[in-house]
């Protein structure tokens, strides 16, 4: 962080330390570079435990066999901490513990390692025991979480623990602080803790976004920021209506979000948005059990298909809520072509029901959608995959800020598959697009990038080489 770049004060309304500008700064502009204090790799994913590179050769701790790594340098590196959970990883049963409880015990062991005095320089926390926890304001469902995380930390680290208050306390200070850590495509492959990242506040219309290199958090301007304007990020997905938004937010954070997107009454119509029985157009929600009129045909959704819909819905929604552990399952088993061909089956069977009921924009529909993507990639069916890409990528430019990360990830991915598929033109366009939005998300200096700059290489020179050969054919 360029010390001229950022400043932190009290808020005015909150009262509490925020991240403001210090100077007008651009979009693109990186303003915070920040490594974890701690981390934890998701358990089902098969990378370095400890810079979470994903090199098909890694070296297996051979105490634990638990933790792997990619060299003898990340394995030294780890020692620090893991000199003292290899033992705990092999009393552990059964089979590893969660990230989280990884995590919290790997946070133990640092409050124990540093100093709780702050370095009051740059304002910025750099001890764990500034961070907020909210713990007070646990749920019931919160603190049956707490209670499960106990138990198990308590079978993996024995009974030297720290009393169970402060263990809430430790608990709740994860959960409102850890960021998700993502690969180049923006899919989580662990958590972790930083400390002066944390400071950032949410906006469901950021004008910050937080991009990973490894387990390197890079904070990125994406909208010209005036100086003394707060510098804000995004907690959670925004491809929610503000609704679903804000009770994540309350649940997990504690707080009410008031940005302009909350009160974006059109969007949240549009997410939520059915299918015209009469003429297939489309159908605003106006609240979570009824609809404006057709905007095409002014048809009134009637009861009977309001609680069809409700029920897709549900059923959508439950399904979603259980495919990510599902899917890193698949990945890790050996008969993988089967399964995925059986995770594919599922999905279209839910894409059918969705289809003349939900919306193309309704949230629902598109994540549905996405994931027949990325099952169709996996089982290597190229033009189905390409076909639900082009799908996809008009619902995130929709109900996406214009430079979310996740718009020019997916741009990549759809000229990755044109160029594949030999549609060298339409590769280069998807190219340029994506390059517009990963240059100020991810910057010139990312791997990203970079692989876009590659590919965009290859698609000019065959573009050419294939016309040249034509043109002589034609000859």
Known sequence: MAASMLEVRLSKTTKARCVFAACDLKSGDEILVEEP????????????????????????????????????????????????????????????????????????????????????????????????????????QRKKQFVKLLSTLKNYCGDQLPSNQELLHLFGQVTCNSF??????????????????????????PNCTAIFVGTTIHIRAVKAISKGEECSISYIDLMNPSHIRQRMLQEQYYFTCDCTSCQEELLDAEMGSVTC??????????????????????????????????HIEEESRSLLEDCDSFSEKLKSKSKGQENWQNLFKLWSKLSIKQAGVLHIENVYRVRTVD??????????????????????????????????????????????????????????????????????THGLQHELYKQLEEIQSNCIVEARFYSSDTQDKVN
């Open 37 to 140: 204090y701690a981390i934890s790799l998701s358990t089902y994913q098969d990378r370095c435990d400890y810079c979470f590179s994903d090199r098909n050769k890694l070296l297996r701790c051979s105490r634990c066999k638990c933790q792997n790594y990619c060299n003898t340098s990340c394995q030294r590196s780890a020692w620090v901490l893991h000199k003292n959970e290899c033992k705990d990883l092999q009393r552990f049963s059964p089979g590893k513990p969660s990230e989280t409880v990884l995590l919290v015990a790997r946070l133990l062991q640092l409050s124990k390692k540093y100093s709780k005095e702050s370095n009051s320089s740059d304002d910025f926390p750099c001890s764990l025991s500034e961070l907020q926890s909210n713990h007070e304001h646990f749920n019931e």
């Open 180 to 205: 998700n850590i993502c690969d180049p495509e923006m899919q989580s492959i662990g958590v972790g803790i930083y400390l002066k990242s944390s400071l950032l506040n949410h906006s469901c219309s």
């Open 277 to 310: 029985e009469n003429c297939s157009g489309q159908v605003l929600r106006r609240d979570d059990t009824s609809f404006q009129a057709c905007s095409a045909c002014n048809t009134q959704v009637l009861p009977t298909r309001i609680s069809e819909v409700l």
């Open 371 to 440: 994931k027949l993507y990325d099952v169709a990639v996996n089982l290597q069916n190229w033009t189905d995959a390409l076909y639900l890409a082009q799908k996809v990528i008009q619902s995130y430019r929709k109900l996406y800020p214009s430079f979310h990360p996740l718009i020019g990830v997916h741009l990549l991915r759809l000229a990755k598959l044109q160029h594949f598929l030999g549609s060298f033109t339409m590769a280069i366009q998807y190219l340029q697009q994506a390059s517009d939005i990963i240059k100020v």
